[in-house]
């Protein structure tokens, strides 16, 4: 999990000090877009060093270093993960392909509303229920379908 918030804050980082190169902004803006970032990814914010500083001309210049002894903290720090089932027949590898699948599922609900920026409808009827499932599963289809080809053309794992 370090490593994916890890990832998710390198991208950040350079995104923003993309911007600041493209085009003169105040440090202020600048450090809240980081902070934003930071609380989107608290796991492995503490590995990065930040500094927003300004300029001769008062615009804002982004610095950033990885703490590496943080990576042995982290790692004494992590915890095991725990599945409890009901379910006696599965082995231990099966039951998290299991629970992988469910987090999938839960991430296809989300496609919509975080990517692709539909917002939901709250539905009364079961028609409605159905057709809304539906269009999440569709979603989720062209999503993974999506994902295989950026994988096919060495493009990384996500259609983000």
Same mark, same amino acid.
């Given at each position: 999990?370090?490593?994916?918030?890890?990832?998710?804050?390198?991208?950040?980082?350079?995104?923003?000090?993309?911007?600041?190169?493209?085009?003169?902004?105040?440090?202020?803006?600048?450090?809240?877009?980081?902070?934003?970032?930071?609380?989107?990814?608290?796991?492995?914010?503490?590995?990065?060093?930040?500094?927003?500083?300004?300029?001769?001309?008062?615009?804002?210049?982004?610095?950033?270093?990885?703490?590496?002894? /943080?990576?042995?903290?982290?790692?004494?720090?992590?915890?095991?993960?725990?599945?409890?089932?009901?379910?006696?027949? /599965?082995?231990?590898?099966?039951?998290?392909?299991?629970?992988?699948?469910?987090?999938?599922?839960?991430?296809?609900?989300?496609?919509?509303?975080?990517?692709?920026?539909?917002?939901?409808? /709250?539905?009364?009827?079961?028609?409605?229920?159905?057709?809304?499932?539906?269009?999440?599963?569709?979603?989720?289809?062209?999503?993974?379908?999506?994902?295989?080809?950026?994988?096919?053309?060495?493009?990384?794992?996500?259609?983000?």
């Amino acid at each position: 999990m370090h490593e994916r918030f890890e990832k998710q804050i390198e991208e950040g980082l350079a995104k923003i000090h993309a911007s600041c190169q493209k085009k003169k902004q105040k440090p202020v803006p600048v450090a809240t877009r980081v902070g934003r970032l930071f609380g989107r990814n608290t796991r492995a914010a503490a590995l990065f060093d930040v500094q927003v500083e300004a300029d001769a001309g008062g615009f804002a210049r982004l610095r950033w270093s990885k703490l590496e002894a /943080w990576r042995e903290w982290a790692r004494l720090g992590e915890g095991c993960y725990v599945l409890r089932s009901n379910v006696t027949e /599965w082995s231990p590898e099966d039951l998290w392909r299991a629970y992988i699948q469910l987090t999938e599922a839960e991430t296809a609900f989300r496609i919509p509303k975080s990517d692709l920026a539909i917002r939901p409808v /709250w539905h009364q009827k079961e028609h409605r229920v159905q057709a809304h499932i539906l269009v999440c599963f569709l979603t989720y289809v062209l999503w993974k379908t999506l994902a295989a080809n950026c994988r096919q053309a060495g493009l990384g794992d996500e259609p983000r």
